[in-house]
């Protein structure tokens, strides 16, 4: 199988090139952050506090979380219910990043991503691929841009998407949010040694794509 692990921070880019790079090598895409989203949604709705450990730990146990492929394109199911559309407000964001910061989470869901990893090649993102879902991957990328620059396009995208915002409270969700990946215990968001470093700060996607297409193409 051929794995490519995307890792970095908040609104460095990192779905968009996977997403391109899947399209590219016509394999499927695993947005890992998603599935944090989606037991995020899933908890939020259920009333349970997301830093409390033993309110998460007792929660996981009663939710199914199932991550399937519907004509190529990855869906999050938990309890049966698909939850792609309720992910990406701010609230499950911020929620997201707090209940990934447990250890019984990431150990249920970096294990349904080794099995995903194992079925189909695929190009992944998220925050600790290359440094712990995958340590062994062959490819590793860790994709960064300077956080004001990584608001504003978050900013963009929530404005496009609908949702309402504005710029100081973005830019403060995703400080706060490279905070907490950071600076979590276990698997915290970190460069693998051997991964290569992207800087998007001045680079659109396309130059991005390419550049990485050609370390694909000499590996
Ligand atoms: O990539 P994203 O913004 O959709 O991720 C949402 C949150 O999920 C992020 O703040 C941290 C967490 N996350 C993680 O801890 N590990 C991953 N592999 C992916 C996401």
Redesign the pocket.
Known sequence: MINIAI?GP??AG??TLAKAIAKALNIHYL???????GL?YAALQAGVDVKDQTQVERFLGTADMKTVYADGEQRVLVNGRDVMPY?RTPEV??A??D???HPCV?MK??SM?RDVASQYDLV??????GTF?LPNAKHKFFVTADVEERARRRFREDLARGIKSDFQSVLENMRE?DR??SS?SL?P?KKADDAVLIDTTDMNIDAVLDFVLSILKQE
Do not use: C, E, H, W
């Not at 947005?31 to 989203?37: F, I, V």
């Open positions: 890792d908040s609104g990192k779905s947005d890992t952050g998603a599935m944090y989203r995020a992910i964001s911020k997201a990043s209940i990934s910061a990431r869901l970096v991503q992944l993102d998220g925050r600790d691929i879902v949010r907490n990946d979590r698997a968001l």
